[in-house]
């Protein structure tokens, strides 16, 4: 997937890679699939900063597989931490494969929310079977437990308790 703006900044992004892109004012961007053979899958999520007037910049890496395989991996947050990319809101997203016995327990602050987004296959959160394009709002909960996974990445952002939930393009 290639992305380009109207400043000229242009990349490249391939499977396993995440970017945090900051467009700020006045910018025209846009992403498209130079292959004229592959087909491309692409999850955009728009998170509102918690500060305004935030200096256009991009950010990408890669992120092993194996990080994230029966567990969850932080891929983003707002100070970069273990390696992740940073973003300029009280949010955190990480990133889990899971499938077959694999169980895992995301642990959460009753005081915050969760935002759990399934984009491939399908799991159960809470006993609750989801698939592939469904998504759970989570409130009050300290745990979310993972089990039951096909072939299953899972997207979970953890949010402020007043944070609006992310949206999806």
Not at 28 to 50: A, D, G, K, M, Y
Not at 81 to 86: A, K, M, T, V
Not at 122 to 129: E, L, P, W
């Amino acid at each position: 997937l290639t992305h380009q703006d109207s400043l000229g900044n242009g990349e490249t992004l391939r499977p396993g890679e995440v970017q945090r892109m900051s467009a700020g004012r006045g910018i025209l961007h846009s992403e498209f699939n130079r292959s004229v053979r592959e087909t491309t899958h692409l999850l955009q999520i728009w998170i509102e900063p918690h500060t305004q007037g935030v200096e256009s910049g991009y950010e990408q890496k890669p992120f092993a597989a194996a990080g994230r395989d029966g567990r969850f991996q932080l891929v983003a947050s707002p100070d970069g931490r273990d390696g992740s990319l940073s973003m300029h809101a009280d949010a955190a997203l990480y990133l889990g494969h899971f499938n077959g016995a694999q169980q895992a327990e995301f642990e959460l602050d009753a005081r915050r929310r969760a935002y759990v987004h399934v984009a491939r296959g399908r799991v159960s959160v809470n006993g609750v079977k989801l698939e592939a394009g469904d998504a759970l709002k989570v409130e009050k909960e300290t745990a979310l437990r993972f089990e039951q996974g096909e072939q299953a990445e899972v997207l979970v952002f953890e949010l402020s308790g007043v944070q609006p939930t992310p949206s999806f393009v």
